[in-house]
């Protein structure tokens, strides 16, 4: 009997444990079907908008990136034309596309608009023609990873830009940060990858944490066309240059020993670089990188809307954002905390502007040392000044956010590029002297973008005509085709159970 | 069982085949369950451990976009610190209230604190801010923190911190599984890595 009972207890006891077991497990997997999904996102789904039916919070924020109305002192996502802002750009970037046309970045729903617009892309005819190479759609838009995926990354970087016209439709948007099926955030351009490889880092090992900014890091850095690459000469393959660090010296080092340039000075004849914009780099040296602050947590912050917290993907100046961003850590009201931004912001901005002017007049004196004959020779070292000094006057403007993520670091840098350039200057008058030449330079009239442009010489009504017939007559084949690929696509409505 | 304290029936009986093999399967499902419900992570402070279940998504998410999330993880709150035997014991037993809640579905949507938490959670409070709330030279100091921390409750007042005023399963609708908080097996997609592969 005593057997029997025992019997029957220790089955009742393991039907029990087994109905927790199964209990567990049950309430795990509900997790899983907390969200039901609309549309089934095909892998690399470009657009935006089919996404957005399953999650149309976050899309309508994103589309608020449309919204260019918010102008700081020095940034946000109204259009505004740099050159006319401060003229000595034409200069600087003289011989080079930013001499033609340079606009304040919208917000990311305009990628591909602006990139259409721009003077800098040329008004191409066909696939062949043109200024720019292929290259250049890399940060365009989720068509990217797309094409990558279907026909490799040597295919995507090679030809020219208006050969990709077609196939690049889709602004900034989802698929460039995240997976379509679990919606985790994932790295989706070959450089970023390869950088880390490069610097001997595993970009699996990030944190979630660090994702939030490694995802913006794909594109806000420093980077260059690498056309020498071992097997794939003559591609301008996109590459970071952060093998021997990412200090303004150690990228400048790294570029000097493979003796690269962006271009030639159209008046200085200097080996130039141009400084992208390395937001991640300038960024990683600041206090907020350094108390684990990432990109989203003041760029894209928690937000409440009808009972509904998200993160709020309308990514724009956090200045414009106070309330969400810098308020969660800082509690001194929104008007003292832009100031602190400005305060460093402008600091940085004087010293910048007196880099300008001693750049300027140092092109323009080794363009006055040409004229009288200098050599080679003489005046080696000079550019090889001007190349340095100019690389750092534009790694600290073309970070855009530098002066306030790291304001110590870019005005170090600032700093540094005016000894260079002093140095070029020095070197100039002397080698100026010894040619004969010894008065100050006269400075021609460079104060609107217009007297700029025409003093280095560029016929920018060809360059506007150029740009309206391209938008006449090959925009709308490539917005024909890409409609026409896209029909094809086989994202589909997940049908009601 | 009676007088014979063996757990186990006679070894010359017939049963005790079955009543082993019984008990091993207890002793077997007992594990299943450990693994199944990451038994070792609650030993940690790791907050990854909280959202073991899902439920607690929205106080995860809430706190990850906040200030504290550089400085305090749920366990600096949410159990106490005055010695190591009390925090365990208290994380003992509310965790087993937890599990207990959680298994017959019984959890609210919005869930709150219990008395019991309430008190750990404000003696936590005070344990970091203390000088804020009764140092008299310090800027941030105010005269009423006296009465306010001992007659009230500090999120009476700081009701934001850090969780939020929107609270519940409800609130975090687009947070599908695996979490945005689940580690990471790979960042880089199968498309990319054969890509990469080709170099």
Redesign the interface.
């Not at chain 2, 947070?175 to 997609?189: A, F, G, L, Q, R």
């Given at each position: 009997m005593k057997n029997k009972v025992f019997f029957v207890v220790t089955v009742i006891v393991v039907f029990l444990l087994g109905l927790l077991a199964s209990s567990i497990v049950n309430r795990k997997s509900e997790a899983r079907y907390e969200f039901v999904p609309k549309v089934d996102i095909m892998e690399n789904e470009p657009r935006n908008e089919v996404w957005g039916e399953n999650y149309p919070q976050q899309y309508q924020s994103y589309m608020q990136t449309k919204n260019g109305d918010f102008a700081s002192y020095q940034g946000g996502s109204k259009m505004r034309d740099v050159l006319e802002e401060d003229p000595r750009l034409v200069v600087l970037y003289a011989g080079y596309g930013f001499s033609k046309d340079y606009n304040q970045g919208r917000g990311h729903a305009y990628a591909i608009e602006d990139l259409q617009n721009t003077l800098r892309t040329g008004g191409p005819t066909g696939p062949d023609d043109g200024p720019m190479p292929s290259t250049c759609w890399t940060c365009k838009g989720p068509d990217v990873p797309r094409y990558i995926a279907e026909n490799g990354a040597e295919e995507f970087y090679k030809g020219k830009w208006a050969g990709k016209g077609a196939e690049m439709v889709n602004p900034i948007g989802c698929a460039d940060c995240h997976d379509s099926n679990t919606m985790k955030l994932k790295i989706t351009r070959p450089a970023l990858v390869e950088a880390f490889q490069s610097m001997g880092k595993d970009i699996n090992q990030a944190t979630h944490q660090e994702m939030r900014s490694l995802v913006c890091a794909q594109c806000h850095v420093e980077y260059y066309f690498n056309k020498n690459l071992p097997g794939k000469e003559g591609v301008p393959y996109l590459v970071f240059p952060w093998k021997d660090g990412m200090s303004v010296e150690a990228m400048e080092q790294y570029y000097d020993n493979l003796e690269f340039k962006d271009w030639t000075h159209k008046i200085s004849r200097a080996p130039m670089l141009k400084a992208q914009h390395p937001g991640y780099e300038t960024y990683l040296e600041g206090i907020h990188a350094d108390r684990g602050v990432s990109c989203a947590d003041c760029h894209m912050p928690y937000k409440s809307e009808g009972g509904q917290k998200f993160t709020d993907h309308h990514i724009q100046s956090p200045l414009n954002n106070v309330a969400n961003s810098c308020q969660v850590c800082h509690r001194q009201d929104s008007n003292k905390l832009i100031e602190n931004v400005y305060t460093r912001q402008r600091a940085a901005n004087e010293n910048k502007i007196k880099l300008e002017d001693m750049l300027v007049m140092s092109h323009l004196e080794a363009g006055k040392a040409w004229e009288l004959g200098a050599s080679e020779e003489q005046m080696k070292e000079i550019l090889m000044d001007i190349r340095h000094a100019q690389w750092r006057w534009d790694y600290a403007a073309a970070a855009h956010g530098g002066s306030f993520h790291a304001p110590v670091e870019i005005n170090r840098v600032i700093g540094s590029g005016l000894a260079k350039a002093q140095e070029a200057r020095v070197k100039l008058v002397r080698l100026l002297a010894s040619l004969g030449f010894n008065e100050q330079l006269a400075m021609p009239d460079i104060s609107t973008k217009h007297k700029a442009q025409e003093f280095i010489g560029m016929d920018v009504e060809k360059l506007k005509a150029e740009k309206e017939a391209f938008k006449q007559n090959l925009l709308p084949k490539w917005l024909e085709e890409a409609e026409k690929r896209e029909a094809t696509y086989t994202s589909s409505s997940v049908p009601n159970k | 069982?009676?007088k014979?304290s063996s757990l186990l029936?006679d070894k010359n009986?017939r049963?005790f085949t079955?009543?082993t093999f019984?008990?091993a399967?207890?002793v077997g499902?007992?594990l299943?369950?450990a693994k199944?419900?990451e038994v070792v992570s609650y030993m940690s402070d790791n907050p990854q451990a909280c959202v073991n279940?899902?439920v607690m998504?929205?106080v995860y998410?809430?706190w990850m976009?906040?200030?504290h999330?550089?400085r305090a993880n749920c366990n600096d709150c949410h159990v106490p610190h005055d010695n190591v035997i009390n925090k365990y014991y208290f994380k003992a037993k509310d965790g087993l209230y937890h599990s207990y809640i959680?298994?017959t579905e019984q959890e609210p949507d919005v869930m709150f604190m219990r008395e019991e938490s309430q008190e750990v959670v404000q003696n936590n409070c005070i344990r970091c801010h203390v000088q804020q709330v009764t140092q008299t030279k310090y800027k941030d100091y105010i005269a009423s923190h006296e009465a306010d921390r001992t007659e009230r409750q500090c999120w009476s007042c700081h009701r934001e911190v850090p969780h939020?005023?929107?609270q519940g399963?409800?609130?975090?609708?687009?947070?599908?599984?695996?979490?945005?908080?689940?580690?990471?097996?790979?960042?880089?997609?199968e498309?990319?890595e054969n890509?990469?592969k080709?170099?």
């Open positions: - | 069982m009676g014979n029936p009986s049963w079955t009543a019984l008990i399967v207890m499902l007992g299943f369950m199944e419900g279940c899902h998504t929205p998410n809430s976009h906040s200030s999330r550089e959680f298994t939020g005023r929107a399963m409800a609130t975090v609708k687009y947070n599908i599984s695996p979490k945005p908080t689940d580690t990471y097996e790979s960042v880089i997609p498309w990319l890509e990469l080709k170099n």
